[in-house]
């Protein structure tokens, strides 16, 4: 094998970033503002602030400014599991017999198993450094409940976490992560909070939705003192701390004198691809460099490649802000057989804004698809990829095919979120041969968009 | 917090090691010979390439070579997770308030979770060049299972994984990633040997233990053509395998002119905690140096600190060769509340004369203490440790807690053998306050003992 390209190249402490990057600074149409869901006019810093910390109430409104200093403690924490490694896939391009060059960014190393705790640590500091006494938040697949439980064990602050009903029965091992690190793991809908209530109410055993977890835990967070809510995914601050996934990729890169053709991640919400392409976007925004851009999201969730682009509610309890994003209506829960995370009904407004600008393409793939490339890659590479993860991969092996067809030696970056020591059920499911493909037809989503906010904008 | 050392020391890949470490070459008493359980005299390389791959054979009965080359295809595998990285523990140590500096070598960060990887590539690469079909094994916690099921897969290599039954039902998720990279898993003792069938025969309904799934496994080794058994701990040859930890560790400290003044390691059949000291025990056997060197094992299987050193069987079947070495005897059977791995009534017949010869110490640890210290560990350093691994750090911690004490700042290093993913049961069980802790009797000790083999030695 090529030795002169290491299989992992991990960056120097001190080649780490000091500063998160916020592409919105560097895109001349900016995402559309998001909007107090009462007045339908743009959140003020003020109002935004009762929810969410004030630094990220500061952070999530701002889209001119390019670089955030990171905060030293963050960074403290981040030298526990970062840089995380960019590996060459030097036995995946053996095994594919592919002419193409292939680099995973792996986020997998450290306990929460994703990149969530690159914005789970961010979000607990400014919660710690305004004296809160604890922070609320939802769970789906249980990675960034996982991530924010481990944050706030560092920082000594009460975490309450509302985990999808279905993903907090299937995985009970998730939710003992969590509790070991100190976290109150509450199924959603519960009976704790108003908007569960009604819920449980109006749909009987119901195994609970994100949008619905979300509505709870904003709820719980506003009713009791010194809480705030907080959010893994979907929002710009969140983008802005998951920047440093792409940031690392570009500098590791960068240390090789290597110029990668494609850059491609898995998409839910949207931190990770966002986080992991806004560097190279950033590039291309400037006219200094051109990437080919990918989001790969489920086909049994397709916001990108199936969703519509306006104002919609981001919860199903409509408390919360409303955000432009590509979406498929609030009311959208995607079928039960779903496996893994990427289930939320809308994406980032700052990823949307890229894609609908044509910087960004998305394509969705089916889960038995996703589970072979997931198969393929760990006989491999040895790590078993969360099902999140594996679209990314799904794609990157077809275009690493396609250049064994045409012979063009392509490099190929994609993210490798996180590991899916916590998702056996569904791979149980896969090897049994009993793993199902579904997507929502065309009537469903009409529905699930019926009830879409009318803001005139 | 003091940055002169960083959080992680990663080693270049040129500069990890190419070439394990055989400690025995520098014992001048060396550990006992391994007999045949037939003629009771010391087994023959020809004997042994019956049960093992002729290179593993040769490597068991080597005793004068102090090191073997690692071929360049086992070096390839390694640098797709190793080098694994030595962790200063800063958030440990701020939270103890201790003097004392602690590192930890992490050999977690692979999908088996544990480092019992290094020797299954080595294990699987010798069986592949052998042009045999495939290999059998037995495993317990499932570390080791898992380990062999990757390294089987990457050489493409049949793999049968015999699984306590105890720990086959209560951890299906561990049988499912071994199924992900292709292994045949069955429930020990099954009805596929005679061994298996005679011993459920004569224990109706029994949970299994490590002793009888060992006997099977190489029953059906013996019994299919082009099949070897390989082992995941005890052997010398694991312990030359796993001696990569204990020379990439001494490579990371010397980096940075570090004298570690203990050694710690946890111990069940002595792969970690061998692997981890060979080298520092070489240098104090050449006169080099010194360095406390401490072994840690359950109270509940207490080998070193409550067994005896006797030639006694290796497996429940007794085909397999005698060993002289710490045993509670091949009956002993630890409780069924005990926890994770660790269970093994012997002790590596290396780490035993070590012990032995007074040049390694060994200490217990209770349930309770194990996994206290692993949410203290947990909470601050994010890894979440195996309940194995947690021996370790429960004694690294209390050393630490001498230290604030007595004020002396010494240099703690211990092995973190992997992750706890897989062992959220017994997580689960400590958070709600059910864990038990538990010794064997001094009468219990007496029985498992009654059937020790007599071989005049």
Chains 1, 2 share one sequence.
Request: with cysteine.
């Amino acid at each position: 094998m090529n030795q002169s390209i290491p299989y992992k190249i991990y960056l120097e402490e001190h080649e780490m970033p000091r500063q998160w990057y916020n592409v919105r600074a560097d895109m001349t149409k900016k995402p559309a503002p998001i909007l107090n869901p009462q007045t339908l006019q743009p959140i003020t810093e003020e109002e935004l602030s009762g929810i969410f910390c004030r630094e990220l109430a500061r952070q999530e409104l701002d889209d001119h400014t390019a670089y955030f200093d990171i905060p030293q403690e963050i960074l403290d924490f981040y030298r526990m599991y970062r840089p995380s490694p960019l590996v060459r896939a030097y036995c995946l391009e053996e095994r594919l017999k592919t002419p193409a060059h292939i680099y995973y960014k792996f986020e997998g190393n450290n306990t929460s198993g994703s990149h969530k705790l690159n914005s789970a640590i961010a979000q607990a500091y400014y919660a710690k450094k305004q004296g809160l006494k604890g922070v609320t938040t939802e769970t789906g697949a249980g990675q960034w409940g996982t991530a924010l439980s481990m944050a706030c064990a560092y920082f000594e602050l009460d975490c309450q976490v509302y985990m999808v009903k279905c993903s907090y029965e299937q995985k009970p091992f998730r939710r003992e992560v969590m509790r070991t690190y100190g976290a109150a793991v509450t199924p959603s809908p519960s009976m704790n909070t108003a908007v569960g209530r009604k819920i449980n109410e109006e749909f009987p055993g119901t195994t609970g939705s994100l949008g619905c977890a979300i509505s709870e835990a904003v709820e719980a967070a506003m009713s009791q003192d010194g809480y705030r809510y907080v959010l893994g995914s979907v929002l710009s601050q969140v983008l802005l701390h998951q920047s440093i996934i792409g940031l690392e990729t570009k500098t590791a890169l960068e240390k090789y004198s290597i110029v990668p053709d494609m850059i491609i991640g898995c998409a839910g919400g949207g931190s990770n691809v966002g986080g992991l392409i806004s560097p190279f976007a950033g590039e291309i925004l400037k006219g200094q460099a051109n990437y080919q851009l990918i989001a790969v999201e489920p086909s049994s969730c397709p916001t990108l490649t199936r969703g519509i682009y306006a104002y919609d509610y981001c919860d199903t309890g409509k408390v919360c802000p409303l955000a432009k994003m590509y979406t498929l209506g609030s009311g959208f829960i995607p079928s039960a057989s779903h496996a893994g995370g990427l289930r939320y009904h809308g994406m980032s407004s700052v990823v949307s804004e890229l894609y609908d600008q044509g910087l960004l393409e998305a394509r969705s793939a089916s889960q038995r698809e996703i589970f072979q490339a997931a198969q393929t890659f760990a006989r491999v590479e040895g790590i078993l990829p969360a099902p999140e993860s594996s679209h990314a991969i799904k794609v990157a092996i077809d275009e690493a095919l396609k250049c064994k067809e045409t012979g063009e030696k392509k490099t190929i970056v994609f993210g490798l979120t996180g590991t899916g020591y916590f998702d056996m059920y569904a791979y149980q499911k896969y090897n049994d041969g009993l793993m199902e493909d579904f997507a929502p037809s065309q009537e469903e989503l009409e529905k699930a968009r019926a009830n879409m906010p009318q803001t005139g904008k």
